[in-house]
């Protein structure tokens, strides 16, 4: 059996009906915020249970144009998480602001008792990163923001659909960045992405912000960003909407598959599992003893893993000005060494999600 990570060339096997929704896009000449951008921005905002969803270029676009309207710029500073991928700090740092990175929990997302000794006088926000589709414990969060009268800004891009305590992603702080990426659990062909908020403010500025801050044709307010969603990509994103409850729904059963095959291992470490939350298993991580080794032994048997993500940013070349050392974030660096990636996607099978766990039992002896 072959367990392939990536799924690309499998999600559009009988693309016609949505190249006939591009060519309807194509026939009317609407390429850029043309209907199917709103209709879209619609749909989105429903599933995360918010006013309004503003389409937009990409992830990275999304939090770095929600700092932006938001005010924070340089001088400011942001804390992240660290184990994410790049644009979660690298957003900040794109707005001229200070990346401040806090260490994590067990969950691999920000720990909120780590918190508090990573605020100066000049935090503005908190940005936590919904790792693998796993929701970050946002109430003390939040609880900590209120006090330090901090913005919290959540980068949603691995979790669209999941819910902390009854609440989606995405309406849990003052605005969500989501990414549609490929990889991501919704996607479209390329780039794009999508900012969240209940605000009204908010909505109307980030309209502005991404596109040129032209009030009218013919009014600019202030000058700005190009980045929107393109419409071509909002009539894909329609019809991948319609998917998301059947995506996600399989990745959960693989998750819970994976979770009862693997949690009587010793060698592997899963991560707690609360019952107030609903995760969408954008990844599935596990911590696991002799990790490369296992890495190579699942290799053999024809199974291909990962690691998100080996070097933590704040070892990255990039973030050397900001002066962090290894040891810096104890939990993430040791995570960062022990930490693999299965296969989880909703073109797997039962089967495959056996096959990886036996092929994880045999390496550590429980076959
Ligand atoms: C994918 C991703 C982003 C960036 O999204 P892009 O659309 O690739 O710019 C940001 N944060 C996290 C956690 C991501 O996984």
Known sequence: MEVKYSYLDKQFGEPEELLNQIRAVVGTGFFTLGPQVPEFEKKFAAVCGVKHAIGVGNGTDALMLILKSLGIGPGDEVITASNSFVASAGAIAIVGAKPVFADVGADYNLDPAKLEAAITPRTKAILPVHLTGNPADIDPILEIAKRH???????????????????????????????????????????????????????????????????????????????????????????????????????????????????????????????????????????????????????????????????????????????????????????????????????????????????????????
């Not at 940013?313 to 002066?323: K, S």
Request: glycine residues 8%; proline residues 5%; aromatic residues 10%.
């Open 149 to 367: 009268r901090l913005y919290v800004v959540e980068d949603a891009a691995q979790a669209i659909r999941a819910e902390y305590k009854g609440r989606r992603v995405g309406s849990l702080g003052i605005a969500a960045g989501f990414s549609l990426h490929p990889l991501k659990n919704l996607n479209v062909w390329g780039d794009g992405g999508v900012i969240t908020t209940n605000s009204d403010y908010l909505d109307e500025k980030l309209r502005l912000w991404r596109n040129h801050g032209m009030r009218t044709r013919d009014e600019i307010s202030f000058f700005a960003h190009n980045s929107r969603l393109d419409t071509v990509q909002a009539a894909v994103g329609l019809k991948l909407l319609d998917e998301l409850e059947g995506i996600t729904q399989k990745r959960l059963v693989f998750g819970r598959l994976y979770d009862s095959l693997l949690s009587d291992v010793p060698g592997v470490v899963l991560p707690p599992r609360r019952s107030d939350v609903f995760q969408v298993f954008h990844t599935y991580i596990i911590q696991a003893d002799k990790r490369d080794e296992l890495l190579r032994f699942l290799e053999t048997r024809g199974i291909e893993t990962k690691v998100h993500y080996p070097t933590p940013i704040h070892l990255q070349p990039a973030a050397r000005y900001l002066g962090y050392r290894p040891g810096d974030l104890p939990a993430t660096e040791e995570q960062a060494r022990r930490i693999l990636t299965l296969p989880i996607h909703q073109y797997l099978s039962e089967d495959h999600i056996r096959y990886v766990a036996a092929g994880i039992r045999e390496f550590y002896g429980r076959g």
